[in-house]
């Protein structure tokens, strides 16, 4: 079983404080995992996940504290010096993907394809329904279809610490389910993933650990074997 303190974290996140203009978000973020690991980041909506991977990305006004990626600082670095390096793929929740080209199109997008990149037909493996749509314009496609794109493109740049937020929000089951099993693949494959998801059905087989956050900060975590016994609390925190 996972254990909360790592010997060498992929991913290390101390003290994180981060605001949108003059508005505090995170209140010291600390959360930590290792290469092949899944956490995932619950909570209510407005507590602070999405910011947590949005100040990752550097994409917040201001931050400060720690985030370590191999044991190099990122605290530092600008929002276009981040990804670049291919190390972090980042699918937001509006997904972004480009509506005037087609879904082929938009897997060749990536600028440069790191070593560790998906070919395209690999990727049309994973996601069977994309290749059924390959020529589909962006803004032809389902919610479901643009989800597995989004995820695509990431894959396709050669990222290994994927951030995924709310992936599943709005889909037909039989998605969340293809959903599933590709995280699952990747997860096989030593990806690195956080995954901030209100679908805890979805996300309690998946993780090795789960951070609940409240208002900024991380007021619980709870190890994959530990979920059981702990749904009193974990209902206690995601119920509206």
Known sequence: MSTTTLTKPMLKIE????????SHVLHGINLELAEGQLITLLGRNGAGRSTTLRSIMGMVDRRTGSIAINGEE?????AHRITPDGRIGFCPEERGIFGSLTVEENLMLPPAVGP?????????????NLANVRKRMGTRLS???QQMLAIA?????GARLLLLDEITEGLAPVIVKTLGRVIRDLKSRGYTIVLVEQNFRFAAPL????????????VDTIESGDVESSMDRLNHYLSV
């Open 15 to 22: 003290n994180l404080h981060a605001w949108y203009g003059e």
């Open 153 to 157: 493109r990431i894959l396709r740049t």
């Open 74 to 78: 990122f605290i530092t670095k600008p």
């Open 116 to 128: 560790d990149g998906m070919p395209i037909e690999e990727l049309f493996e994973m996601f069977p």
């Open 207 to 218: 993780a090795d650990r789960h951070y609940v956050i409240e208002h900024g900060e991380v």
């Open 143 to 145: 919610g479901g279809e």
